[in-house]
Structure formats: structure tokens, C-alpha cells
DNA sequence: TAAAATTAGTAAAACGTTTTAATTGTTTAC
DNA sequence: GTAAACAATTAAAACGTTTTACTAATTTTA
């Protein structure tokens, strides 16, 4: 293993202190662009490579932050907060941190802490999705800046970066109404969840707009879930009372339940009713027929939440900023958006569409 | 922000020296019984806990460890490798490491150099999938102990985590003699991948045992890739010449081309030909038929691949281990199984296996 | 033109551990 | 009964940076 190079290295070769070495690798204190130069040309030319634990234990810093999320959310199958991750991951490298990502249980238990808390071996924390209160308290005490993504903390205003749901369901039901149907029903699961209510929000934005009544009969909420059942038994419900012609569900898992159950019953999807998801999971091109959905850019809220993270450790004062990323209408199979000849949805562009497949 | 509790206040308050304090800590030394209780005891009440970056730098470790993979394999929509990665976190905790995961674009450049290895930021390294040797030499010139996931350096004996490809080719092929399929093809798509030859492999052992003979002319393996197109085409190609009764495709992935491929075709699956993949991706249980596979069990290759990487750090003798991690049958809908009454597949039970759904 | 301010550079302390080598007292070996 | 081995503990060096406070030289201000 070849010797490391240090910034003593670096010193001796210029023939300048380490002092003004550790000045110019970081940017600060004035230099004089001639020695600045030298000493860019001699790091190039030994290879230095500033060394982590050093810097870290010098610098009072530890240039990671902590990704955290419940171990229910990460191991999912939908691979959602995974991107969100994966967004977190590229946008780091920028501002030249690690992200460390850890899962916690939904209960809080003394020995659950994450590691990188208790070793103070990060500088701030990003919680993806539902967490429970007590260790967001916990983080506070430690005073470290945290940011929440695809979550908000109820009854307490945070940083948070979330998707715009209201827009979503305005989005989505807007274009249901564009295709010409009238009785447009909502299935969303459980009322409780932030996300469920700001697309039911939009979904309701959407109808007073173009001046339909909101019937609440067409709303199902009284859900425990927003599962797939949960989709499949809130149709079943819905069902039983009317018959609309176009369903929102206000996510696709629940949209995919209700494909199922029509299915069972034999009503065409969508010539008898017309479906349209929300999130754009990957089972979307996967069902028949294809799903049109509300896409998320989901490593967008990771980068997002990155840099604002990064911002409130290098400026406490910034305060709380919130943040609403735009969501995208995916126009797939089953709205009936292409017998209407409304779009022309290719099978070869949806096929070019699909995943890389495995291995 | 409370004041750090350091080393010196567990030496001060239990009146020995810092060292011993480090050796009780560390399990290291010889140290006498009742000074060891006396400061575990003073650990406790103080709430000491060894500051990462002072240790790191002190022990001339860094206790983390570098996870790569290639833009592309992350990216991808099927989780694959993410689930790998989840693996080795759960993992590395255990032993008191770190996983620092980056992803490395498919060609080799200095820029695209991962920034833990320029900054000595990792102690070991685990390659998940293929990636470009150069790396692997870079890695290797550092002195770093690494170990591959689900790849094979080809021409080299390195330390490596692999899936039972041969076992599972192998499971897979017998399944389909068992429910008495004579003509079965196998879709391999890319021969030169080495997961595919293990399957192939798998695939040849099984219709020997059973004595029926390997006819080359139903084995596809010369697609660029092993995509979806991929066994979309493969399966074209298969039967301008032939028609078999059941399908081995080498991935659930090439599996899903063929089902598309056979429905376009108008042909009945299983009824008319039956199918079988490999890998049990996510997608096999939202296509109709549900796709009969062999499952991987992702994180457990990053579990072993962590134990392994511990292993080689701390002792470097233990030279060049290779584990193979078998692999699963699950039965679905695609092969017949329950068409020939072999096994009941009730839908309600593949109903709970469904995945939880979103948000 | 003297004082004040600015610029360029540096010496030395600090960060919180691990590790090496030394010390002291006690036991074992012959 | 002495030398060697061992056990328990510690002082001090080391790890490679950042940062603070200082110096010296130059420029600006009034």
C-alpha cells in the first residue's frame, strides 16, 4: 500500500506552510493567487487527497447526512423512497457529503437510535416518509438541522419537501373531466394520510372549476389503508351504491386494486369506466390495461431536500422553508384517453418505455 | 447544543487513564475485572460514546465500507441491486461499519472515480454487478480487500457472492419435466453474461438426468442483451423454427418478452406453451399469467458479502472465498402447475403476496 | 507622513481517539 | 533466591487536518 499523501507533503514541496495549504484547498482566508497556483499545481502532481477522519475531527464536522426512514417504507417492494434515496445520493457528492441511510422500527426504543446519532457522526438528517415524533425530538436535542421528505410533521411547522398533491389531483381529474366524464368517483383510502387529503383536495379543486357537483357519495375515504385490498374493497363499496364512469384513486396500488375488482365483475376498463393512479409505480405498465397515472419525480425530492438541508447547516438562519415539487400527467391505457383519439399512445412507444428488464 | 462527553471524562471521573479507558472500550489489553465494571459504569452514566472521526483517524481505519455499482444498475426500475444494498446495511451494523454506497458510470475515467477511495474514506469494497475492470485494478492498487456481488471477474479468481445460477437453471428446467413438458426451449439471451451460462447450464444437467436429449435448436443465445426486447425477439426467432411446449427464459425479464410475444401471437399460456423465469422481479406478479420463477433472495447476498468483506479486512490470509446463495421455486400461474393440478394456487393467497401498495 | 487598515502568510493549538513503549508490582521457573 | 515472564496500568506520541492568533509587509486614509 503506497504511502499517503498529506498536505505536510504538499507544504514541503512549495516550500509554504501547511497553513496556507489547508487555506487554499478549502477557498478561504486571502492567499496570493501566484502561491494559490503553486500550490494547486503541486496537489496535481503528488495526487493529494485531503484525508476524511482528519478533516472531519479538525473541522468539527463529519460531511455525512443521515437518511432515515422506517424499516416498513425501505423494505417495500415499490421501490419508492429507494429513488428518493438514490436523488439524495447525487446530489451530496455536490456539496461534497455522504448521505448514510439507516431504517429505524415504527416504535421508538432507546436501543433503535440510529448509530450515526449517538457517534454524532452526522451534520444533518433527512427523514423520508412517516416517522415516528420521538425521534425527530431526539434529533432536535441533538440541535441538528433535519428536513422531511414526502411527509409532514402534523402540528408543527418543518422543512420539508413534498409532492405537490393538490396540483396532482387537480391534474388528474382535470383530465378525466377533459374526456368527458361526468361522474367521476374518488377512492382515497384512509382521510388521515396528509398526501390522501391534498389530492382529494385537487380532485375537489378540479370539479368546482369546471362547475360539477361534488358528490360525497363518489368519495371513499373510510379505508384503514392505502393498500391494494384497500382499492379492491373501497370500489367493492363504491359499487354497491353507484356506478361512475371514471374513477381517480389516489394512488396507483389502490388504483390497481380497483382494476382488479372491475375486472372480477367484468366491466371494461375503460370503456365502462375509466381509471386514472397516482405515483407512476412500475406495476403501472405492467396491468392491463396500462395505467395512466400522476408521475413523481422521486429522486427530484431527494436532491431537493439535499440541498436545502445543506443550506440550513451552513446558514441556521434560512428558517423553515417548504417545498412543492410539480408532478407530471402520464396519459397510459386506462383513461381512454386513446379511444377517444384524444392521444395517440403507440404500443411501440410504450413499449420502448419499458424497463431494462433484469440481470 | 449539550457538550460532547469525550474520553477524558470517563478517565476523570473514574480516575484512571485515558488508554484504559480505550482498552475497556475497545476490549482490548489486559485489563483487571473491577476497573473494566468501574468504567463500563461510568460509560453508562455519562452516556459516553467514541467520537467517529477522532477514532477513525486515530485507528487508522475508517470503518466504512464502499458499495459501487454502475449508473445503469442502479437506475433500473426493478429494485435488484438496491435490495443488495438494504442487505448489507442491515449487515454492517452488526460489525460497527458504515456502507457508503456511489454508482460509477459504465467507462472508466479519472474523474469518475469514486471520491471514498481519493479520500481514503473506506476500508473494504463490494462490486455489486458488472462493472469495468479498471475499477477493480484501481481498487486493487489502493490495497483495498473487496469482493464481488452477482459478477464474476472474468479471468480471475477474486472473492465473490454469487446466486446458484446452475441450481436454479437446474430447478427450474426439472419443474417443467415433472408436469411433463417434453419440448422445452431456453431463452438465454446473451451467452456471454456468466449468469446465463450457469443457467444454461442448470438447464442441460436437468434434461440429461431425466435423459431427455438437449436440442440446440431450442436453446436462443444470441441476443446483444438480456432485456425484455431481448426475449420478445428471441422467442420470435424460437418459433419460426419450432414450436416447444414450455419455456425456460434465463430471467424473468427475457420471460415477460416472451409472454408478450406469445399473446400477441394469440397463443395460451400455459395451456398451449408454459413459462418459466428467473429472478422473481416484481413484475411477475402483475402480468397475466403470473409468472412461475426462481426466486433470489436478494438481501441475503448482501448480507454474506458483508460477513465475508469483515472477514477478509480483519485477516487478510483467509484468501479468495467464493459463496453461492441458493435459490427458491415459486410456483405461480405461468407454467400449469395448477392447470395439471400439481399445485393449488389459490388466488387469494397470491392476492396477500401482493405488494403493499403505495405512499 | 503617521496611523490605520488590509493583505499574505505562518506557528501552534486543537480535535478525541488509538497505540506504542515504558513502568510497576506480582507470579512463575529453575 | 534470582531471573524471567506476566498482568495491570499509563505517559506520550501519533493520526492529518482546521482554525486562531499572530507577524510582517504593503496599501489606504486623513
Request: with cysteine.
Given at each position: 500500500m503506497a504511502k499517503r499523501v498529506t498536505i505536510r507533503d504538499v507544504a514541503k514541496k512549495t516550500g509554504l506552510s501547511i497553513s496556507t495549504v489547508s487555506l487554499v484547498v478549502n477557498n478561504k482566508g486571502n492567499v496570493g493567487e501566484e502561491t494559490r497556483m503553486k500550490v494547486l499545481k503541486a496537489i496535481e502532481e503528488l495526487g493529494y487527497y485531503p484525508a476524511r477522519s482528519a478533516k472531519n475531527l479538525a473541522s468539527r464536522k463529519t460531511w455525512n447526512l443521515g437518511f432515515i426512514l422506517t424499516e416498513e417504507h425501505f423494505s417495500r417492494s415499490e421501490p419508492f423512497y429507494t429513488k428518493i434515496f438514490i436523488g439524495t445520493e447525487l446530489e451530496s457528492r455536490k456539496y461534497n457529503y455522504y448521505v448514510l441511510l439507516t431504517t429505524i422500527p415504527s416504535q421508538f426504543s432507546k436501543s433503535s437510535i440510529p448509530r450515526f446519532l449517538l457517534e454524532n457522526n452526522v451534520d444533518g438528517i433527512i427523514f423520508a416518509g412517516?416517522?415516528?415524533q420521538k425521534y425527530v425530538r431526539y434529533v432536535e436535542e441533538l440541535g441538528l438541522s433535519y428536513i422531511f421528505v414526502d411527509y409532514d410533521l402534523p402540528g408543527k411547522k418543518v422543512a420539508a419537501v413534498m409532492i405537490d398533491n393538490v396540483q396532482g389531483g387537480e391534474i388528474a381529474t382535470e383530465h378525466l373531466i377533459s374526456l368527458g366524464y361526468k361522474k367521476i368517483a374518488f377512492?382515497?383510502?384512509?382521510?388521515?394520510?396528509p398526501s390522501i387529503r391534498g389530492r382529494l383536495e385537487g380532485y375537489k379543486k378540479a370539479l368546482e372549476k369546471s362547475g360539477i357537483n361534488c358528490d360525497e357519495?363518489?368519495?371513499?375515504?373510510?379505508?384503514p389503508d392505502t393498500r391494494m385490498v384497500n382499492g379492491y374493497r373501497a370500489c367493492e363499496k363504491l359499487f354497491a351504491k353507484f356506478k361512475p364512469d371514471a374513477i381517480f384513486a389516489a394512488n396507483d396500488a389502490m388504483a390497481i386494486g380497483c382494476v382488479r375488482f372491475l375486472k372480477e365483475k367484468k366491466?371494461?376498463?375503460?370503456?365502462e369506466v375509466a381509471i386514472v393512479g397516482f405515483?407512476?409505480?412500475?406495476?403501472c405498465i405492467h396491468i392491463e390495461p396500462r395505467l395512466t397515472t400522476i408521475r413523481v419525480d422521486k429522486e427530484e425530492l431527494g436532491i431537493i431536500a439535499v440541498r436545502r438541508l445543506v443550506e440550513m447547516i451552513n446558514?441556521?438562519?434560512?428558517g423553515i422553508i417548504r417545498t412543492y415539487v410539480p408532478v407530471e400527467l402520464v396519459i397510459r391505457e386506462s383513461c381512454g384517453a386513446k379511444l377517444k383519439g384524444k392521444v395517440s399512445v403507440p404500443d411501440k412507444d410504450i413499449y420502448a418505455q419499458l424497463p431494462n428488464g433484469e440481470m
Open positions: 412517516k416517522v415516528n377512492i382515497g383510502g384512509d382521510i388521515e394520510h357519495n363518489l368519495c371513499v375515504v373510510d379505508e366491466i371494461k376498463i375503460p370503456d405515483d407512476d409505480i412500475e406495476a446558514s441556521p438562519e434560512v
